[in-house]
């Protein structure tokens, strides 16, 4: 990578793309475009080898079935966690994000071994599903604007000593456990539940991503005008009884 270039990886298409969140890369892009950057995308389907090489590497949610099979191919592969430990940055949705924990309950109802780069673990809610409009306040040490998404999950995911959580709902469910808390992250590791998908919500997100990869404290300025049009409509509707 040079300060003028990226490499973005979009994990496994094939699998973890049921909700839109390939939305997610396609904001990524056009950010880092918006700052004269060249991005090189790979598109990695799971019946190929994980590059280590790259600087973003993007994860969204899928079903029960989709995500076993993500998980068992991801440990077999191990090179997300190489990268990783060669500095890159990861953010994950959904069932991506419970891929990333310690562990999570398959579609055969067994646990089922994560990779370990985030420090939680998830089981499955016995309540309702949590679906429905997000408004959260983003962890302070990120200096992002509130975050706003939408949650689709019967998971329940709780968070060890080394996670932090990315958020905590003002309106939603977030992780399911009652205590206010959305998401994880660590220092190059981030998980959320949130859909939208969540960086067409929230380019803040995406901005941040590509800062931490560059190792830059700032970007130039862009037309942020349809994003907040949109940012506004959603907290709008979090906000308003059902």
Known sequence: MSQNSLRVVWVYPDLLSTYGDQGNVLVLERRAHQRRLDVQRVDVRSDQQIPTSGDIYLI????????????ERLRRDGGLN??????????SVCAGYQILGHEFINDLGRREQGLGLLDVI????????????????????????????????????????TARPFARVRFGKGNGTGDGTEGAFNETVFGTYMHGPVMARNPH??????????????????????????????IAAATQPA
């Open 82 to 91: 190489r990268a990783v430990a060669n500095g890159a940055i990861v953010f």
């Open 122 to 161: 998830s089981t499955r809610g016995e309540g309702e599903r949590c679906v429905g409009d997000v408004l959260a306040d983003i962890d302070p040490q990120l200096g992002l604007p509130p975050l706003t998404g939408f949650e689709n999950h019967q998971g329940v995911t709780h968070l060890g000593p």
């Open 205 to 234: 997100i995406a901005d941040m991503l590509i800062k931490l990869a560059l190792d830059v404290n700032a970007l130039p300025p862009v037309d942020d005008r349809w994003y907040e049009a949109l940012r506004a409509e959603r």
């Open 60 to 71: 969204g949610g899928g079903e029960d079935r989709p995500q076993r099979l993500a998980a």
